[in-house]
């Protein structure tokens, strides 16, 4: 239970810095997704079942806290982090470029994702023009927070994981 406690500490913390923080070196409003990087390396390191719960976590105070479309990030965030952490046994945990390259990948799809929901639900926009001013910033934003957050999950991991083991 230590080790879930630890977990949601971190999660809350960066969820702190990613809405209070975050929005003052934004770009047009756009800024750094820390609770998709999160899901991204957290899935990398624990595997597909982990992924899929720690990406509904994320998604849930997501939208919890946004006030958005009820559900659309959890569910998006939980497919995410089931791909991510399905390539988790394939990977050294050290390695940097796989996570960065997924961080894109996964920045594109939440994206086109939630695109698709809006799509759906019956907006009309400009996606294309959108997708120039909303997902090439958010994807340089995440690349930037990208191996901070990967180090931390790295981190915050190894040294629970030896706190469990003694």
Request: net charge positive; hydrophobic share 60%.
């Given at each position: 239970?230590?080790?879930?406690g630890w977990?949601?500490?971190?999660?809350l913390a960066?969820?702190?810095v990613?809405?209070s923080l975050?929005?003052?070196i934004?770009?047009r409003g756009?800024?750094?997704?820390?609770?998709?990087?999160?899901v991204?390396?957290?899935?990398?390191q624990?595997?597909?079942?982990h992924?899929?719960?720690?990406?509904?976590?994320?998604?849930?105070?997501?939208d919890?806290a946004?006030?958005?479309f009820?559900?659309?990030n959890?569910?998006?965030?939980?497919?995410?982090?089931y791909?991510?952490?399905?390539?988790?046994?394939?990977l050294?945990k050290?390695?940097?470029?796989?996570?960065?390259?997924?961080?894109?990948a996964?920045?594109?799809?939440?994206?086109?994702?939630?695109?698709?929901?809006?799509?759906?639900?019956?907006y009309?926009?400009?996606?294309?023009?959108?997708g120039r001013?909303?997902?090439?910033?958010?994807?340089?934003y995440?690349?930037?927070?990208?191996?901070?957050?990967?180090?931390?999950?790295?981190q915050?991991?190894?040294?629970?994981?030896?706190?469990?083991?003694n």
């Open positions: 239970m230590k080790v879930f977990w949601l500490a971190f999660v960066l969820y702190v990613q809405s975050l929005p003052l934004g770009f756009v800024s750094a997704d820390l609770m998709l990087l999160l991204v390396s957290y899935s990398f624990r595997g597909p079942r992924g899929i719960l720690m990406g509904f976590l994320a998604g849930l105070l997501q919890l946004t006030g958005t009820f559900g659309v959890a569910f998006v965030k939980m497919g995410i982090g791909a991510c952490g399905s390539f988790s046994r394939r050294f050290e390695q940097v470029v796989l996570p960065m390259a997924a961080v894109v996964a920045t594109a799809v939440h994206y086109l994702a939630v695109t698709v929901f809006m799509l759906l639900l019956g009309r926009a400009d996606f294309l023009a959108q001013q909303l997902l090439l910033p958010m994807m340089a995440n690349l930037v927070f990208a191996l901070p957050v990967n180090w931390c999950v790295h915050m991991y190894e040294r629970l994981s030896a706190k469990k083991r």
